[in-house]
């Protein structure tokens, strides 16, 4: 294809589409097209089924925020959208999603923009025996409120097992990438739901950060049930969890508030 090209959509739904053009496009052109897209998800194959049941995830996911990988793999979505690539789009408001030459890029090389954007994020894998079930970002950008923004937070997509996920207050979704506001304060809390389909060991680790936090920043998180905060810097954190969904029990914070570290 070449030229614009207009896909028919289902508002309100995850849609499948893809790249139609032979060159790679920019995912964040094809938002400023289409407001109404809210989220992209790529399917990566990474994790095998286990007697037909995939026990880890397989979304990588993507937003303005950024991206984060399906098993904690450095290997995530950069908004450059390969030739041939498909997708699930969270599409809110319309029914048509479209696609033109502005989006399109060449080869998969590096952009170069007037100016830096000012992004402080950090990623959260969760692992249970080896495996890797997850990995959720949180990033203070542009644009981002406390609540929740269209294109750039990410709903969770298309995995049922065990996980870990930020929570935004006054809705009940689950997100794998939450923005935050701009300017970072250390006193912000970023709330953390976790659910476990069979009871077991489990450790929530830090994957990677950038911005502020690769400046200095320190990184804690908050067990509410042990009454522990947990330098995750420092290492990972582990713990026993019984089967159930549990949204209040773990926190992002940046400072020491407690009395207990571990």
Do not use: C
């Not at 952009?111 to 894998?125: A, D, I, M």
């Not at 209040?248 to 508030?257: A, G, I, K, L, M």
């Amino acid at each position: 294809h070449n030229g614009e090209v207009s896909v028919n959509v289902v508002s309100d739904a995850y849609n499948g589409l893809g790249n139609p053009y032979p060159s790679a496009i920019d995912a964040e052109e094809l938002f400023d097209a289409n407001p109404s897209v809210q989220a992209l998800y790529f399917w990566t194959n990474t994790n095998t089924p286990v007697d037909g049941v995939y026990v880890a995830n397989n979304w990588a996911s993507w937003t303005t925020t950024g991206g984060t990988s399906a098993d904690g793999s450095i290997i995530e979505p950069n908004g450059e959208i390969a030739v041939g690539q498909g997708f699930i789009a969270h599409v809110n408001g319309t029914t048509s999603v479209t696609f033109n030459n502005d989006m399109r890029i060449g080869g998969a090389g590096m952009f170069f923009k007037p100016f830096q954007t000012e992004r402080h994020r950090l990623w959260l894998n969760l692992n249970s025996n080896e495996l890797t079930l997850n990995q959720i970002l949180i990033g203070y950008v542009p644009g981002a409120t406390q609540g929740v923004d269209n294109q750039i937070d990410g709903e969770m997509f298309g995995y049922g097992e065990s996980a870990l996920y930020s929570r935004i207050e006054n809705t009940e979704k689950q997100f794998v990438i939450q923005g935050r506001s701009l300017p970072f304060e250390a006193s912000d809390v970023v709330s953390l739901g976790f659910r476990a389909t069979t009871a077991g060991e489990f450790t929530i680790s830090l994957a990677n950060f950038d911005g502020l936090f690769a400046e200095g920043q320190n990184i804690y998180l908050k067990d509410n049930v042990a009454q522990v905060l947990h330098d995750l810097k420092e290492s990972a954190y582990s713990f026993i969890s019984e089967e159930g969904i549990f949204d209040t029990r773990f926190e992002v914070v940046y400072q020491t508030t407690m009395s207990v570290e571990a």
